[in-house]
């Protein structure tokens, strides 16, 4: 794992206002308000980094690098403090990755599924998906025979409907694997897989740790 792409992200996902704060704002706005209010709650492009970069929030913020407290099957339960506020998480690497054309070099990606007590946000699923994603693409996230939308911003991917979240993590919970597709800048097309095994125990442990 390399901690400091997860510490990255975990500061671009500290900085998010919330969930269900983006969701109120793309139903109640008209067009052109919902794409403002998308945009100001979307995590800042940190998780583009280039490798080797200082985070500068990270190193000033002690705790926060994770520290796992469970593994259950494929995923992985992890707590972290980045810029002072805990996120809890579950995390895990696809079981298979293809590009298309193939064999193009990318990063390693992650799934997540994190709980930040602060914000009142519970279980939110995003992806580092491990290149630059197509500004403006849309990606995919299929799970229980039911595909949801993810909007992109950098090298990550969020539900684009955040109404729907709650019905995705029931559905990633009883599956055995949930697969993902994004598109990059360079017009790469990607399928990654990641195995479910153990979500749901990694999940239930976190709502154990991550109280306030």
């Given amino acids: ?18 969930a269900a704060s983006l969701a109120q704002a793309q139903s109640a706005a008209p067009k052109g308000a919902k794409d403002s209010a998308k945009e100001a709650a979307k995590p800042a492009p940190a998780p583009a980094a280039k490798p080797g970069a200082k985070p500068a929030e990270p190193a000033a913020a002690g705790g926060a ?8 099957g494929t995923w ?5 403090t980045p810029a002072g506020r805990k996120v809890c998480f579950a995390l895990a690497k696809p079981s298979s990755s293809k590009t298309n054309p193939p064999n193009r070099p990318r990063d390693p990606a992650y799934a997540f599924v994190s709980t930040r007590p602060a914000e009142k946000v519970v ?4 992806i580092m998906i491990g290149y630059a994603l197509k500004p403006g693409s849309e990606s995919s996230l ?4 039911s595909s949801f939308a993810m909007y992109t911003q950098g090298d990550g991917l969020w539900i684009k409907n955040a109404a729907e979240e ?29 195995s479910l095994k153990g979500l749901a125990q990694a999940l239930d442990r976190l709502a154990q740790d991550c109280k306030r």
């Fill in 123 to 126: 279980n939110e699923v995003s």
């Fill in 142 to 145: 299929e799970v229980g025979g």
């Fill in 65 to 72: 690098e994770p520290t796992l407290i469970g593994q259950y």
């Fill in 166 to 194: 709650e019905q995705m993590v029931n559905a990633m919970r009883k599956s055995a694997e949930v697969t993902v597709k994004g598109i990059s800048a360079k017009g790469t097309e990607t399928t990654d897989v990641f």
């Fill in 76 to 80: 992985g339960a992890y707590t972290a």
């Fill in 1 to 18: 794992m390399s901690v400091l792409r997860i510490l990255t992200f975990l500061v671009a996902i500290a900085a998010l206002c919330g």
